[in-house]
Every structure is written in C-alpha cells, then in structure tokens.
C-alpha cells in the first residue's frame, strides 16, 4: 500500500485558515469515509483531530474541521493559533481492510 | 481514563527479532470495541501503521511488513505484543501503540488512544 500524499509543508498568521489535502486513491480515501487526521508537537504522540472525515472527539477545538471530494480529503484549521504548529498526518482504512498514513505536513505559524 | 504504556529493549542486534508489549490500563483489551494496533516513526520521518488485532486474536499488518511481524494478545495480562524478525537499521524507531475504537453501528472513530512511545534502536 502507498502512503497518502499530503504536502510537506504550510503556514500561517495567527488568525488566518490554512488548508492540508491529503490525497489517495479509490481504494483508500475515496472509497470509505475512514479519514482522521493527527496531530504530533516534537517528541510526543500523535492526538486524534479528527475521524470519519469531519467529525471531532470530544475537547478538540471547534477551529478544526474535515471534509472529503473524491479521493482527497483536507483539514482546515481557522483562527490559527501558535499552539497549531505542529506535523498533521492523515489517515485512512483500506479495500485490504489496513490503515495507511500520509506523509506528514509541518504547519508553521508564522 | 485508558492508558497504553508501550516496553521493552531499547536496543536490538541487527538480524535478531524486536519484541515491544502494550499494556492496557483503566480498560480492558478483551472488549469488542476495539482494535488494538502498532504503529512506528523513524527519526525524522512520517507515521507507518504496522499492524492491528482484535481481542479475538484476528490480525492484520501492513503488506510491506507482513512475513515479519506478529502481533498477539495476552487477555489475562491485559496486555497486546509485537515481534518484527529480521530487524535491519531501517527499523530503527518510535514504536506507538494505539486503540482504533469502532462504535455500535461498527464505524471506526480513529486512533483515539496511543501509548508515549518507546525509541527501539537496532545496531550491533
């Protein structure tokens, strides 16, 4: 199984919205609506921001949101704060009952 | 509140099998609501999911790593395992293991729960 493809770097002003696609094929991202998406400060875990696509566990930010076209889903994160810097990796199930991450995104807030 | 605490040796000789245990706390790894995975980082570098079971015992794993896995469960110590054989240096690094819950209409929620980590080096 390939990896998603996600770009390998954005960024942002405190207060702007950003955007990371995340990209695979029919038989992964565009075939089930098992999207989530973590997120990963240096050193430590990743954190669940988001499952089947857009919805949010509980306590995280309502500045996080998710959605899906065909076989690229994205995150949007809204009124970027310092503390969203981070790397986000998206994550999908597969036709070969896995899951595949991406390749990581590292989102600088400038 | 549930907790993973991944252990086991830091340090493996090439060619020699890795082997890392999960323990699960605060819940039980028998529920059926739960997969219980592994997934690795090397330095520097991006998430790879490794592998999945179910308390049942049925598994999973990542195609580019399957004729060298294992990953089993241990229901009497709450606990769920991973052996990788054959380890090289390019299996250096973080090992996490993780809970991907599936609610009562059998959707999966993600991995909602993962362990600290634990670095795994492998050299001579």
């Known amino acids: 199984q390939s990896a998603l493809t996600q770009p390998a770097s954005v960024s942002g002003s405190p207060g702007q919205s950003i955007t990371i696609s995340c990209t695979g094929t029919s038989s992964d991202v565009g075939g089930y609506n098992y999207v989530s998406w973590y997120q990963q400060h240096p050193g430590k875990a990743p954190k669940l921001m988001i499952y089947d696509v857009s919805k949010r566990p509980s306590g995280v930010s309502n500045r996080f949101s998710g959605s899906k076209s065909g076989n690229t889903a994205s995150l949007t994160i809204s009124g970027l704060q310092a503390e969203d810097e981070a790397d986000y990796y998206c994550?999908?199930?597969?036709?070969?009952?896995?899951?595949?991450f991406g390749g990581g995104t590292k989102l600088t807030v400038l | 509140q549930v907790q993973l605490q991944e252990s086991g040796p830091g340090l493996v000789k090439p060619s020699e099998t890795l082997s890392l245990t999960c323990t699960v706390s605060?819940?039980?790894?028998?529920?059926?609501?739960?997969?219980w995975s592994w997934i690795r980082q090397p330095p520097g570098k991006g998430l790879e999911w490794i592998g999945y079971i179910y308390y049942s015992g049925s598994t999973n794993y990542n195609p580019s790593l399957k004729s060298r896995v294992t990953i089993s469960v241990d229901t009497s110590k709450n606990q769920f395992s991973l052996k990788l054989s054959s380890v090289t240096a390019a299996d250096t690094a973080v090992y996490y293991c993780?809970?991907?819950?599936?609610?009562?209409?059998?959707?999966?929620?993600?991995?909602?729960?993962w362990g600290q980590g634990t670095t795994v080096t492998v050299s001579s």
């Open positions: 605060g819940g039980s790894v028998s529920s059926g609501s739960y997969y």
């Open positions: 994550s999908s199930y597969t036709s070969s009952s896995t899951w595949v």
């Open positions: 993780a809970r991907v819950t599936q609610d009562s209409s059998g959707y999966y929620m993600g991995m909602d729960v």
